[in-house]
Each structure stands twice: as structure tokens, then as C-alpha cells.
């Protein structure tokens, strides 16, 4: 069984991991990915925003990189998130095991599934991130010395701009705990192709009006560690009972294109 690690901002390798990279061609672009050598083979890696962030998040290939870890076999993945806090209850350096997502992405290829030769489906997003891994997460994050809040909506917004005061107070209003700029169409496009996906988020900083100017903290390297290993193991651990992601898309038009 091959799981998938994708990493956000200030996670750009796995550490300790040996990888060898690779270009995945998929029919929506390449695709950069890092496979575990020796005994981590059944691991590939993402960075989202490239090795070097050079990929801002609007123009992120979600498309290509869900695409790759398909092709590769890969049926389950772990996305990191960092995040801003929009709430005084999610502090910066909270970890969050997220349930939820408002999305307020525009201008971006957000399906597989554009009609024609591509096919017609709809993916239902009930719950857009699976609940069965992430249920597997919160059981081993003591062992590993996490303390993980077990729910979370995450909000999406376009950026690269961060958000004015007065969006934060509405993202807050409608029910957002933190706010970032990647979870989508990731996690739908990840549900598109019936890939187990769950996610975690860690806030690196108060959204815009809840300090008095944007402060970053970075996550401390013992810490990262942890998560990672936290991560990997409940991917390869998890049962997935009677989970729906694998069979959640309804085709109206069915696909004639891989």
C-alpha cells in the first residue's frame, strides 16, 4: 500500500527520509513527487509549493499533483496546512485535525470531471476530509506527545494577498476556525478520484485584525518530526471500516478518458 505525505509552507522534504525525485506525467501537467527509498518505498512526498516555494498558491498544479499520486497507486494522503488562526480558541502553534472547509477559491481548474471525452460527476463533500484516518490520527497523537484539537473548518481563500480584517471577522461569523490559501480544490479533486484524504492544520499566525501585525512562528523541529511520524504511521494503520471516499462521486456522464 502506498501512502502520500503533500507538505504546505515550511515543509519541503520529509527529514531523515531518503528520496529519489520524480516527474509524473499526468494529462494535466507534470507533476514533481519524492519516493521513499529502502524501506519507505510505499511513501511518496509533495511538496506543494516546489522544493524552493517558488509556486504561489493560485498556481499550484492541484490537478496534476492529485493526478501523479493516483497513477502512483497512492490511495491514501495526509495534506499539512499552514494556517492563520481566526479564532481567540485556536491560538498560533495549535494543531488542528480538520473536518470541515469553506472554499472561496476562484479561477482555478477545479475538477477532473469538465464534460465531454473528461466526463460529468459530482463528488459529494458531506465530509470532505476522511473520517477514518483522521479518527486513526487522534488516537495515536498521545503516543507521539501531540495534543491535537480533533475538529476544524478551514477556510480557503484565493490569495496570494492575505485576508483584510473584515473577511476574517465574516470567516470567523460563518463558522471558519483557521484560514489558508491550498485546501482547494485539493481535497476535492482528491475525493474526484476516491483517494482517502485527511488533513492537518498548523497556525502559524493570528489572521489580520486579531494582532496588531502579522507575526509567523515556525514549528519547532522535534515537533515536525513527531507529526510526520504521527502521519505516516496512521496512514498505514488506519481501517477504513465502512468509510464513502473511495465510491463518493456520482457520474451523470461517465468519464472516456483516464
Same mark, same amino acid.
Given at each position: ?26 494529462? =494535466?501537467?507534470?507533476?514533481?513527487? =519524492? ?12 511538496? /506543494? ?8 498558491? $493560485? ?14 497507486? !497512492?490511495? #491514501?494522503? *495526509? ?10 480558541? !485556536? @491560538?498560533?502553534?495549535?494543531?488542528? +485535525? ?7 477559491? $476562484?479561477?482555478? @481548474?477545479?475538477? =477532473? &470531471? ?7 460527476? $459530482? ?15 487522534? %488516537? ?5 506527545? *501531540?495534543?491535537?484539537?480533533? #475538529?476544524?473548518? &478551514?477556510?480557503?481563500?484565493?490569495? @496570494? ?7 476574517? #471577522? ?25 483517494? $482517502? ?9 493570528? %489572521? +489580520? ?16 518530526? %513527531?507529526?510526520?511520524?504521527?502521519? !505516516? ?22 468519464? /472516456?478518458?483516464?
Amino acid at each position: 500500500m502506498t501512502v502520500a505525505i503533500i507538505g504546505g509552507t515550511g515543509l519541503y522534504q520529509m527529514p531523515g527520509l531518503e528520496t529519489e525525485s520524480q516527474v509524473v506525467e499526468t494529462r =494535466f501537467g507534470d507533476a514533481l513527487v =519524492f519516493v521513499g527509498k529502502g524501506n519507505s518505498q510505499d511513501l511518496v512526498f509533495i511538496p /506543494r509549493h516546489g522544493p524552493d516555494h517558488s509556486t504561489p498558491p $493560485h498556481r499550484i498544479n492541484y490537478r496534476a499533483n492529485v493526478k501523479a499520486l493516483e497513477q502512483l497507486g !497512492v490511495k #491514501r494522503v *495526509l495534506a499539512i496546512f499552514a494556517v492563520g488562526s481566526l479564532t481567540l480558541d !485556536v @491560538p498560533p502553534h495549535s494543531l488542528i +485535525a480538520l473536518d470541515q472547509i469553506l472554499d472561496f477559491t $476562484h479561477d482555478r @481548474p477545479n475538477t =477532473f &470531471y469538465d464534460g465531454g471525452a473528461s466526463g460529468v460527476g $459530482h463528488a459529494d463533500m458531506t465530509e470532505p476530509f476522511c473520517p477514518a484516518l483522521r479518527d486513526a490520527l487522534l %488516537a495515536r497523537a498521545p503516543d507521539h506527545g *501531540l495534543n491535537i484539537r480533533p #475538529r476544524g473548518t &478551514y477556510v480557503c481563500a484565493n490569495g @496570494p494577498r492575505f485576508e483584510t480584517a473584515a473577511e476574517v #471577522r465574516l470567516f470567523a461569523q460563518l463558522g471558519g476556525d483557521v484560514v489558508g490559501m491550498t485546501g482547494m480544490p485539493e481535497a476535492a479533486l482528491a475525493r474526484e478520484l476516491g483517494i $482517502h484524504y485527511m488533513a492537518l492544520a498548523h497556525s502559524i499566525n493570528w %489572521a +489580520a485584525g486579531l494582532h496588531e501585525q502579522v507575526e509567523l512562528v515556525t514549528m519547532a523541529m522535534e515537533i515536525q518530526a %513527531a507529526m510526520l511520524q504521527l502521519g !505516516v504511521e496512521s496512514l498505514r494503520a488506519a481501517t477504513l471500516g465502512k468509510c464513502k471516499c473511495e465510491n463518493a462521486t456520482y457520474f451523470v456522464y461517465p468519464p /472516456r478518458e483516464s
